[in-house]
């Protein structure tokens, strides 16, 4: 890995979108630097065992050491509503589900504390959750995602992931799937397949393999360790997934946020599955995948108002730094 | 304004970005409602007058009371560099400019705490440093923003803006242009100057005017109180304005900035020109404007990863408190 700082503008393979890396930025003063989060104060937290009352019943719990492991929610404040009435007017009317999956009894903040068997079974309330919404033909897409700190924009500190179902596919999946779509009129192949393979062969951005899944940091990362866990063989919807698959998987994620944790302490993130619409048929051309983005900075005016990010650290040097676990 | 919470999906009319106001959220739990963010230790600023030595040489300065008004500097860390050279490879070169305009010789940290006057003098900077940039035929599109406050992405917090002129026309942009293209085709008229008949027509989402300038609240705002500044006669290119034209835009921003300021306190927000790409010929279906967007909250995963966006308070309401000026 050279020393020099790594100056250059990338474009995203899958839907274009477009990094400045600029590590000469790494340096420079920040009247913020001694900004800190101050903790969490979860007093009375809603999600332990015991205040289930505190919530909406159960959809579904799976139980484990305790009254349960992980139980699943509805969410009591939610963007969109299942079975809203549609109203008249220019606006639609929310039509979707949004649940709440707790995947601990105990107050943890991370999924990184669980043993690697109970995020097995969180994997598997993951796919069974999408299997059941997959099944309302008036849904078209579900976005799976954790949001963990302040800084990643969570509410609440116990650990947990949201599942949003909508009605329509939403912007930042359709243009993946426009991507996949151009490529594989071209190349007659699934993208994400080719740059898996390329990223396999390389090595320079690859953070680890796990039985047939793999992580590697972001060609086009948006923020410094931006890391993508997906499957080496094709496979579209995550929800397909069987029992034996998940095991495998869990151990990869454990193993990346570990590393990560190495690196930046205890650290915010966004975590996001990214799938293939319900109904579709275009599973030849798209390949499930997680992002996992730590959040070391906030977004700012440029990328607000350009949709431009800059990236102060190369995906190159931050794989580096996770394969070889030294600060 | 009615008094129960809005819950409805929204469509921006220009690029088509979704939000769901979802009001019933205000009231949701949170970990880290005590969350303060400690003030930034800016003993030794590099922006002050007197500091100049550890900034780069000015390209621009405007005389004040004191050594300077207001000041442009190249960035010293840039994101894009001029005359980059271009590299070998599947990654192109940075090539592009990066500037930092110094908006005051003393530690303010707004714009509002300026006189009209000196507001009036840094727009016609703006201005100028955008008719500098356009002349430029490697340059297609320059974004001009503001980060004010950690949770806006500053760094410093020294009043000051940014100027990132680039090589292509960002996404967000030609997303906008798209729409605004779209519906030229059909309907032979700019879409901002039909908006804002609209918006000025209906007034509930309608937060000031100044002379022939106009703020409403964006009707499909991604944040609570999401402010759009434009003229109410069309106009594409804010570099285009003459001298006499500032003065009423500067006290219109500074009339919203205050009653933002009145109902959130000490805000962080991002404040970013959206015009017309340079060497563009479609002047007739585009308008400036600038995208006003205080930072109450951290973008989560479901924008991330859906780009989809939650908004607990409605444009209507936003409006209505903006107007009102009561908390």
Redesign the interface.
């Known amino acids: 890995m050279p020393n020099k700082p790594l ?5 995203d393979p899958i839907d ?3 990094v ?1 890396i ?1 590590e ?2 790494a ?6 630097a ?5 903790e ?3 007093a009375s ?2 999600f332990c065992a015991g205040h289930e009352g505190e919530t909406p019943a159960a959809t579904m719990e799976v139980p484990g050491n305790g009254p349960w492991q992980v139980r699943v929610i509805p969410n ?6 299942y079975d ?1 009435v549609q ?1 008249a007017g220019d ?4 039509s979707g589900a949004h649940e709440v999956i707790i995947e601990s009894p105990r107050h943890l903040r991370d999924v990184a504390e669980l043993s690697t068997d109970e995020l097995t079974r969180v994997l598997g309330v993951y796919r069974d959750r999408l299997r059941h919404w997959s099944q309302d033909d008036r849904l078209q897409h579900a ?1 799976l ?3 963990v700190g ?9 650990v947990h992931s ?1 599942l ?1 179902a ?1 009605p ?1 596919v ?4 359709e ?1 993946e799937l426009e991507g996949s779509r151009r490529y594989y009129q071209t190349h007659g192949q699934c993208i994400y397949c080719r740059l898996l393979a390329d990223e396999l062969r390389l090595g320079t951005r690859l953070v680890a393999r796990r039985g047939s899944y793999a992580a590697f940091c972001a060609y086009a990362g948006r923020q410094p360790y931006e890391t993508w866990l997906l499957p080496q063989e094709h496979a579209a919807q995550f929800h397909e997934l069987a029992d034996s698959e998940l095991a495998e998987f869990a151990s990869l994620l454990q193993h990346v946020l570990g590393r990560l944790r190495r690196q930046l302490g205890e650290l915010s993130y ?5 799938t293939l619409p319900f109904h579709s048929a275009e599973a030849q051309l798209y390949h499930w995948h997680w ?1 996992l ?1 730590p ?1 070391t ?12 990010h ?1 990236n102060p650290l190369s995906p190159e040097r931050a794989a580096q730094k996770l394969r070889d676990g030294d600060r």
Chains 1, 2 share one sequence.
């Open positions: 100056s250059e503008l990338r474009s274009g979108h477009k400045y600029a000469d930025r340096g420079r003063p920040n009247d913020y001694g900004v800190r989060i101050a969490a104060s979860a937290c809603p009591k404040y939610p963007a969109v509503r809203a109203v606006a639609e009317a929310p976005t995602f954790k949001n302040f800084a990643a924009g969570a509410s609440l500190e116990h949201q949003v909508l329509f939403p912007a930042a999946v243009a966004n975590l996001i599955l990214h992002e983005i959040r900075s906030q977004l700012a005016g440029l990328e607000w108002g350009a949709g431009v800059i």
